[in-house]
Structures are given as C-alpha cells and as structure tokens.
C-alpha cells in the first residue's frame, strides 16, 4: 500500500539508509546448479523461505512483516486484525528469497506468478538454482496488480526473459522503491504467495477461471 505525497525534508535524508534506489540484476545471465538442485520435483507454490530482508525504516513501522505469510497459495483477506492478513510487506527495497522444493523448467509462456495484495506496487523477480545464487533477473519492476478480488492480484513472468532455463529459487523484490519511513504500516510491495504455473496442484484456491 502506498502512499503518494510529498515526504518531509527529515524522512528523506533516511533514503541512503534505507535500500538500494533501482534493482541491480545479476552479471550473468546462465546458472549453474548445485548438486541435486533439480532432484525432487517442485511444489506448485513456494514452501519454503530460504533468506529475506527488509530496511530497518521499514521494519519499524510495517504491521506485515512475518516472510512465512508468502509460502503456500494465496490467502491475503482484509480480514486481519490490523486491517489485513496473509502476506509480508517487503519495504524500500526489501525481498524475499523462496524455495519451490524442486526445479520448474522454461516453457512457452509465463513461468511464475507472484501474488500482490492490497494495491498494485511494482515488483522485481530473480531466480537460481542455488540458495547462494547467483541470481538471474528475470524482469525488473514490474506493475503487479491483475486483479483476482479487491485484495489479490498477480503478475507473471517468463524465465525466458532473463534467459534462465530452470529455476527453483525465486526472490521477489520491491520495486516501488518508495523512501522509508513514509506513512502507512505496510510499506513497499505486498507478497503473497508465488505460484509455478507449470506445476499442477489439486488445489483451486487462487486459480483463475
């Protein structure tokens, strides 16, 4: 969720502190997998958490900062106690690095699909195929809103785009990139959840029509 007005002059020399000011891809654009990176096959959604890192401006003040509220399907509500429930507010800059449990493979169309709640905040994507990385750009702050409800959307991405062929570790990055500390408890963009597409899952739950 964000907040667009002018910032007072004290906020903005926190800017520096606070994160990097555009996203800065990985040097090369081929990976090289670990051992068995590859050997058990992925889950539809991410499992697990392997690393994640939010500005301290941020921290202090977001009500969402729990990285485990990103694994499993979509489920952001505005329900929560505070207002909302089910995703983790990344801050100026912040991410998250999940793990899918196995290596999906490129295919003809989107690969990924990362879900948003609340607004539409631009997000950055990379993956690996080693928790250590390197990580590979796939794009870069890109608008992620396509609505599912009032509180869900998504955006979807191709590995082919940043010319990674497989890929099990996905770390979602702000891409709003908006100074902390602003105004609102749930800076910068808001993870819910990142899907494999090309991964069935006997569930329906965040699946469109």
Not at 42 to 53: I, L, R, T
Not at 189 to 203: E, I, R, Y
Request: proline residues 11%; aromatic residues 8%; hydrophobic residues 35%.
């Amino acid at each position: 969720m964000s907040r667009r007005h002018l910032l007072p002059l004290a906020p903005l020399l926190l800017f520096g502190a606070c994160g990097p000011t555009s996203p800065s891809p990985s040097p090369s654009p081929t990976i090289s997998p670990t051992p068995n990176a590859c050997a058990t096959a992925p889950s539809a959604y991410a499992k697990a958490v392997v690393d994640w890192w939010v500005p301290a401006c941020s921290l202090a003040q977001n009500a969402y900062n729990d990285p485990t509220k990103a694994l499993g399907p979509p489920d952001a509500t505005d329900a929560g106690p505070l207002g909302y429930t089910g995703f983790i507010s990344l801050g100026f800059g912040g991410h998250v690095t999940l793990d899918l449990g196995g290596c999906i493979s490129d295919r003809p169309g989107p690969d990924l699909r990362i879900y948003q709640a609340v607004s539409n905040e631009p997000v950055s994507v990379y993956v690996s195929l080693s928790p250590e990385g390197p990580f590979t750009l796939v794009e870069a702050r890109k608008e992620c809103g396509e609505r599912i409800d009032r509180v869900k959307g998504y955006c979807d991405f191709d590995l082919a785009s940043g010319g990674a062929t497989q890929a099990r570790y996905v770390r979602v990055e702000d891409g709003e990139l908006f100074p902390c500390p602003g105004d609102t408890t749930s800076e910068g963009a808001d993870l819910d959840a990142v899907q494999a597409l090309g991964v069935s899952t006997s569930s329906t739950a965040g699946q469109l029509p």
